[in-house]
């Protein structure tokens, strides 16, 4: 893999403008975007997975699995600064092998002890990628184009999420019924999965079923929004 020259991309003053309605949930724990990370990081059979915005000088974790820390990341030292620079998934298999720019490699390596990293953008309309949902691990391991595909739907649920979340009222009392049901839903399907058995093939069609699942029900979501 070869790094940039420039983590910034040629339309980021517009992706900024993109990224801008979604700094208020910074500050909002969000028990479904959580649930979110800990199944796709179960799904791909991950020790880690990530949530996060990458924004003008720092990468913030909407939601993080496997890890307490880092929450919020300078821009220069985290990896999905460069997945977002593509529309496709970005995949590293061994961090070891790569040669990366000094600020990531002291994160990854020396911090965090990380040595693969997959990660698909989030991509709102227009193109702008504003963030990456993404796994890690601390182990070299292979990633495959079946698997790409999956990340980069379940990415594409993830910014849906996202989007009705903020259409949703912000009210962590008295959260949405809508809100709560998506919760309870992400919750039944990682209690369900049984991923140290699963198989290569069950495991991708575990992931199928899950998409299809959760695409369904955002589709009637959505239909219910103002």
């Keep these: 893999m070869v790094f940039p020259d420039s983590l910034i991309p040629s339309n980021e003053k517009a992706r900024l403008q993109a990224l801008a309605p979604f700094r208020v949930l910074q500050a909002l724990p969000d028990v479904v975007f ?22 003008a000088d720092v990468v913030w974790m909407k939601a993080l699995y496997g890890l307490s820390e880092p929450r919020r990341v300078p821009r220069d030292q985290s990896l999905c600064s460069v997945t977002i620079l593509q529309d496709t998934t970005t995949v590293v298999q061994n961090l070891n092998e790569v040669v990366l720019p000094t ?12 040595h ?44 849906q999420l996202l989007q009705l979340r903020l259409a949703l009222p912000q009210c962590r009392e008295n959260p949405s019924p809508v809100w709560t049901f998506f919760h309870d839903e992400l919750v039944q399907c990682i209690a369900q999965l049984e ?32």
């Design 34 to 55: 959580d649930a979110l990370v800990e199944l796709v990081a179960l799904l791909f059979n991950a020790p880690v997975a990530m949530l996060s915005f990458v924004d």
């Design 103 to 114: 600020p990531i490699a002291d994160l990854l390596n020396e911090m965090l002890q990380l």
């Design 116 to 159: 693969f990293y997959v990660g698909h953008p989030l991509q709102m309309p227009g193109g702008y990628n504003i963030g990456v949902l993404g796994i890690a691990g601390r182990n070299a391991r292979l990633f495959g184009e079946a698997q790409q595909q999956r990340l980069s739907s379940l990415a594409s649920l993830a910014m």
């Design 195 to 226: 991923p140290d058995s699963l198989d290569t093939a069950s495991r991708l069609q575990a992931i199928d079923q899950i998409i299809a699942l959760l695409q369904r029900d955002l589709d009637r979501a959505n239909a219910t929004l103002p």
